[in-house]
Nanobody, 119 residues
Framework: QVQLVESGGGLVQAGGSLRLSCVAPADIFNIATMGWYRQAPGKQRELAAS???????NYADSVKGRFTISRDNAKNTVYLQMNSLKPEDTAVYYC?????????????WGQGTQVTVSS
C-alpha cells in the first residue's frame, strides 16, 4: 500500500508559521502532481496548494500570499510553508499525489496532520 507520510502540524498562535512536509515513494513522487488539501470541522476537503512535477504551482485564493508549496525532487518531499496563519486555517491537512493521465490520474493520500491556529 502506497504511503504518503506527513509531518509538521501542531498548535500555533495567529500570525505564526508552520511548515508541513510529506514524503512519498520515489516512483510516485517522480511523476505526480503533489498537493496539500485541508478539511476543517464540518466542512468539505479543499485544495490549499498544488505543484506539478515541473514546478508550476496553484493556490486557493484564501492562502495566496501566505502559503508557499515547494518540492525537493532529490528527497521525494513536498513542503507547505504557512505564514501569517489565521484561526480559519485550522484544519487537518492532507498530502495528495495525483498521477498523470497515462496512469489514469490515480491518486494517493496521506493520513493527515492537524494544524490548529489559536486567536
Amino acid at each position: 500500500q502506497v504511503q504518503l507520510v506527513e509531518s509538521g502540524g501542531g498548535l500555533v498562535q495567529a500570525g505564526g508559521s508552520l511548515r508541513l512536509s510529506c514524503v512519498a515513494p520515489a516512483d510516485i513522487f517522480n511523476i505526480a502532481t503533489m498537493g496539500w488539501y485541508r478539511q476543517a470541522p464540518g466542512k468539505q476537503r479543499e485544495l490549499a496548494a498544488s505543484i506539478t512535477r515541473a514546478g508550476s504551482t496553484n493556490y486557493a485564493d484564501s492562502v495566496k500570499g501566505r502559503f508557499t508549496i515547494s518540492r525537493d525532487n532529490a528527497k521525494n518531499t513536498v513542503y507547505l510553508q504557512m505564514n501569517s496563519l489565521k484561526p480559519e486555517d485550522t484544519a487537518v491537512y492532507y498530502c495528495n499525489a495525483v498521477l498523470p493521465a497515462p496512469w489514469n490520474k490515480r491518486d494517493f493520500w496521506g493520513q493527515g496532520t492537524q494544524v490548529t491556529v489559536s486567536s
